[in-house]
């Protein structure tokens, strides 16, 4: 099976910075688009930053310039960098990607989510 395994999260004060990464491992012949997404209590998921294969990212607008997604270990894992965060910020953030399996095609993955809490 394949996994998407989160780390990085914590609590930071507001200012501060942190660095999620999400690895993927298992049985797959290659990895698509990986996303960060995130959850607040009492909102909806939404897409904080997205890059493709090829490196092309789309972020949130209200963390641009302070979060930046990344790619590396043979594209297998995706990083985000947050700076200067906010107490906005706070959320459970889930680390998603396609990937293609040799029978069933591209199929979604979803990691397990590792919380940030921005307070001071």
């Known amino acids: 099976q394949v996994q998407l395994v989160e780390s990085g999260g914590g609590l930071v004060q507001p200012g501060g910075s942190l660095r999620l990464s999400c690895a993927a491992s298992?049985?797959?012949?290659?990895?698509?688009?990986m996303d960060w997404y995130r959850q607040a209590p009492g909102h909806e998921r939404e897409l904080v930053a997205r890059?493709?294969?090829?490196?092309?990212?789309t972020y949130l607008d209200s963390v641009k310039g302070r979060f930046t997604i990344s790619r590396g270990n043979g594209e297998k894992t995706v990083y985000l960098q947050m700076n200067s965060l906010k107490p906005e910020d706070t959320a459970v953030y889930y680390c998603?990607?396609?990937?293609?399996?040799?029978?069933?095609?591209?199929?979604?993955?979803w990691g397990q989510g590792t919380q940030v809490t921005v307070s001071s």
């Open positions: 998603h990607a396609e990937v293609r399996l040799l029978i069933n095609g591209w199929v979604d993955y």
């Open positions: 298992g049985r797959m012949i290659s990895i698509g688009t």
């Open positions: 890059i493709t294969s090829g490196g092309r990212t």
